[in-house]
C-alpha cells in the first residue's frame, strides 16, 4: 500500500480539508505531517459545517482512523475543545480513532505570548501571524529546547519541563519585550490537566504507520497551509514555521519515500492569502469583492482561523509551476470554480515581468517578486451556475477548456474541480 499526499499548492486556504474528506471517504488513515491550529479545515457533510484546526479532517468518516504527526506542533488546550466539540456532535475520537504521535510538540501560553510579542516588537513589519503560538513553538523544536508530547506519560517529568519552560520564557518576555511574567505554576497545573486526557492518545507514530503499510491499509497525508508558505520554499519571511510541502510528510510522518503514492496538489480557481508579503497577481475594487464574497455567501473568503478578510487574486500559473515543481505535484485538484461563474472573462497569470524581462519561474527573493507584474492571458468566461454540476460534460464549455488550459500550462492533470461547498459538489475529470 501506498501514502496519498495532499498539499495546498497556494497560500493555504485552498480547500484541503474538503479534498481530504472527499479522499477519506476510501481510506484507512488520515495523518497530517504539519502546521498546528494556525490551519483551518472546512469540511461540509449534509449541510452541516465543520471546522477543524488540528484534528485531520478525516475524523468525520466513521472508517477512518487520524493520526497528528510528529512535524505538528499542538497546543493541546486548542485541542480537547475541538476533541469535545466533536464528541457533542456525535463523532467519535477516542484513542481507537484519534492517534497523537509521541514527537509532536507542544504549543504553551508562553509561545503565544512569544508570538504576540514578536509580532507587536515588529511593528509595520509584522508577519501577520495567526499569533497561534507556531513561530515559537517551532523554535524551540530546532533550538532543542522543545516540550515533546511524549510528556503527557511522564506527569513529574512534565511538571519539571513546563517550569522551566514558561522560566526561560518569562526572562525574554519581562526583559526584552517588557511584558508581564506568566505563572508557571498555573500552566503545569493546566497541562497536568491535559495529559489525562491525552496520553492515552499517544503512539509511535512511525512505527503505527509502518504496520499500518504492511497491513495494506490506505493512508492518506494531509497538509496544512500551502507551499508558498514553506519555511524554505514560500516567500521568506511572510511564510509559516513549518515545511507544508513533500519534503515535509516524510520528516512530519516519518515515512520513506518509496511508499509515497499521489501527490495531489490542491489550488483553488483563483488566488487568495491571509497575512503580510508579495502577491504579484493580488486585485483590488469590485473584482476582489466578487472573489472574496460576503459573509451571506457560501464561498466567503476570510480565514478559518483568524476570521481576517483574504486577499485575493487572479490564478498564478507560476505559482503553480513552483508548487508542481517542488512537490512533485501527480495532480491537482482545483476548488472553487463556481466562483468564476458569471465572469465574462476570466484572467490567467502565466508569466511575470521583472524589470522588463519575462520571468517564468517564481522568485522566492522578496524584492525581486516585489517588482513582478503579472502578464495575463484572458480566457472567456461562462454565465451559467455550475453548483449542480456532476460531471465534466456538466461544465459549460468554456469552464471545460479552463480546466483543460491550466491543466497543459502546468503539465500536469486536473482530475477534480469543486462547484460548492458540499461533498458531493464536485466534478471529477478523467
Ligand atoms: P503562523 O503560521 O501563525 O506563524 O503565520 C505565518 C503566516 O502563515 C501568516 O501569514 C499566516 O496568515 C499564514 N498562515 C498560517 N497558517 C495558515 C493557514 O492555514 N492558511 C492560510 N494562511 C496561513
Known sequence: MSIDIIIGAQWGDEGKGRITDLLAAE??????????????????????VFKLHLIP???????????????????????????DALTARGVDVSPRRLKISLNAHLITPAHIAMDKAHEADRGADAIGTT???????????????????????????????????????????????GADPLDADVIAAEFAGYAKRLAPHLVNGPV???QALQDGRSILAEGA????????????????????TVGGVITGLGVGPK??????????????????????????????????????????????????PRRVGWLDLVMLRHAVRINSLTEI?????????????????????????????????????????????????WE?????????????????????????????????????PGRVQGVFVK
Open 27 to 48: 481510506t484507512e488513515i488520515v495523518g497530517r505531517y504539519s502546521g498546528g491550529d494556525n490551519a483551518g479545515h472546512t469540511v461540509t457533510v449534509n449541510g452541516e
Open 208 to 210: 503505527y504507520l509502518d
Open 333 to 381: 485538484m482545483l476548488t472553487k470554480l463556481d466562483i468564476l461563474s458569471g465572469l465574462p472573462h476570466i484572467n490567467v497569470c502565466i508569466a511575470y515581468e521583472m524589470n522588463g524581462k519575462r520571468v517564468d519561474y517564481f522568485p522566492t527573493n522578496l524584492d525581486q517578486l516585489g517588482q513582478c507584474q503579472p502578464i495575463f492571458e484572458t480566457l472567456p468566461g
Open 57 to 83: 479532517s478525516g475524523i468525520v468518516h466513521n472508517n477512518v482512523t487520524c493520526l497528528i504527526g510528529n512535524g505538528t506542533v499542538i497546543n493541546p488546550a486548542v485541542l480537547l475543545q475541538e476533541m
Open 225 to 244: 497551509q500551502g507551499t508558498l508558505l514553506d519555511i524554505d520554499h514560500g516567500t521568506y519571511p511572510f511564510v509559516t514555521s513549518s515545511s507544508p
Open 259 to 308: 511508499h509515497i503514492g499521489r501527490i495531489i496538489g490542491v489550488a483553488k480557481a483563483f488566488t487568495s492569502r491571509v497575512g503580510s508579503g508579495p502577491f504579484p497577481c493580488e486585485l483590488e475594487g469590485e473584482m476582489a469583492e466578487w472573489l472574496r464574497g460576503t459573509g451571506d455567501k457560501p464561498w466567503d473568503e476570510f480565514g478559518t482561523t483568524t476570521g481576517r
Open 131 to 177: 499569533q497561534r503560538g507556531i513561530g515559537p513553538a517551532y523554535t524551540d523544536k530546532t533550538e532543542r529546547s522543545g516540550l515533546r508530547a511524549e510528556l503527557f506519560a511522564e506527569p513529574e517529568a512534565l511538571a519539571d519541563a513546563i517550569q522551566l519552560h514558561v522560566a526561560a520564557k518569562n526572562r525574554v518576555l519581562t526583559a526584552v519585550f
Open 384 to 420: 451559467e451556475d455550475i453548483m449542480d454540476a456532476r460531471k465534466l460534460s456538466d461544465l459549460p464549455e468554456n469552464a471545460q477548456k479552463y480546466i483543460a488550459y491550466v491543466s497543459e500550462s502546468l503539465g500536469v492533470p486536473i482530475t477534480y474541480a469543486s462547484v460548492g
